[in-house]
C-alpha cells in the first residue's frame, strides 16, 4: 500500500518570500500521479498542481512549482511571492497510474501542512 | 456547471440516528467517491463507484452505504450514527477514460457531527 507522510504539521511565511511545503511518498510502484491540494477555511479542495512520476521535468503553474525527486521519493511544493490568500491547508497525494480501474483511481492523501501568511 | 454538490452543509445527530447525505454532479462524470476528513488528518476513502450500478469499499467502509443508480447521483448512508463518524465528509468525481487520467473534482463538503 502507498503512504504520504508530510512532517511538518505547520509553516509560516512572510508575505512575498518563498515557502517550501515537504512531502514524502512510499510506493512500490514506478508509474503514479503526485498532486498538492489546497483547503482554504471554507474547506473547498482545490488541485494546485500535478505531477506524472514517468515525466522528469518538474511541473509549474504560475507561482507554485514542485521539486519531485522520484528516487528519494520527495515531493515538495515551492510557493514563490507568498500572498495574503495563499494562507490555507495543503495536502500532497498520490495516485497510481497502474490502472484506472476501481481502487486505483483514489487519491491518497498525507496529513496537511498549516501554512500561515504574515502580513 | 454546477460541478459537485453536496447537501446538507452542516447537520447534527444523535447516536443511533440514520441520514443518507447527498451528492450530485453535473459534469458526466463515470467515477465518483466519498472521502471523510477527520480533524488534522488527510481524506480517507470511504466508498467509490466506476459507474452507475457498480459500487465498492474504500479504505473505512465500516458503519456507510452508498448506491448508484444514476450517473449523477452517489449518496452515502449512514446507520446507527456513532460519535467516531464526526467527521466532514466529501464527495468527488472524476471522468476516467482508456489512456488518461482526470482530475477529481470536490464538492464543499458537509461537516457531521455525531452527540
Known amino acids: 500500500a502507498q503512504t504520504v507522510t508530510q512532517s511538518q504539521p505547520e509553516m509560516s511565511v512572510q508575505e512575498a518570500e518563498t515557502v517550501t511545503l515537504s512531502c514524502t511518498y512510499d510506493?512500490?510502484?514506478?508509474?503514479?500521479?503526485l498532486f498538492w491540494y489546497k483547503q482554504p477555511p471554507s474547506r473547498q479542495m482545490i488541485l494546485v498542481i500535478r505531477q506524472e512520476a514517468y515525466k522528469q521535468q518538474n511541473a509549474t503553474e504560475n507561482r507554485f512549482s514542485v521539486n519531485f525527486q522520484k528516487a528519494a521519493k520527495s515531493f515538495s511544493l515551492k510557493i514563490s511571492d507568498s500572498q495574503l490568500g495563499d494562507a490555507a491547508m495543503y495536502f500532497c497525494?498520490?495516485?497510481?497510474?497502474?490502472?484506472?480501474?476501481?481502487?486505483?483511481?483514489?487519491?491518497?492523501f498525507g496529513k496537511g501542512i498549516t501554512l500561515s501568511v504574515r502580513p | 456547471n454546477a460541478g459537485v454538490t453536496q447537501t446538507p452543509k452542516f447537520r447534527i445527530l444523535k447516536i443511533g440516528q440514520s441520514m443518507t447525505l447527498q451528492c450530485a454532479q453535473d459534469m458526466n462524470h463515470n467515477y465518483m467517491y466519498w472521502y471523510r476528513q477527520d480533524p488534522g488528518m488527510g481524506l480517507k476513502l470511504i466508498y467509490y463507484s466506476v459507474g452507475a450500478g457498480i459500487t465498492d469499499k474504500g479504505e473505512v467502509p465500516n458503519g456507510y452505504n452508498v448506491s448508484r443508480s444514476t450517473t449523477e447521483d452517489f449518496p452515502l448512508r449512514l446507520e446507527l450514527a456513532a460519535p467516531s463518524q464526526t467527521s466532514v465528509y466529501f464527495c468527488a468525481s472524476s471522468l476516467h477514460t482508456s489512456g488518461k487520467v482526470h482530475e477529481q473534482y470536490f464538492g464543499p463538503g458537509t461537516r457531521l457531527t455525531v452527540t
Open positions: 510506493t512500490s510502484e514506478s508509474d503514479y500521479y
Open positions: 497525494a498520490y495516485r497510481s497510474a497502474r490502472s484506472y480501474t476501481g481502487a486505483n483511481s483514489k487519491l491518497t
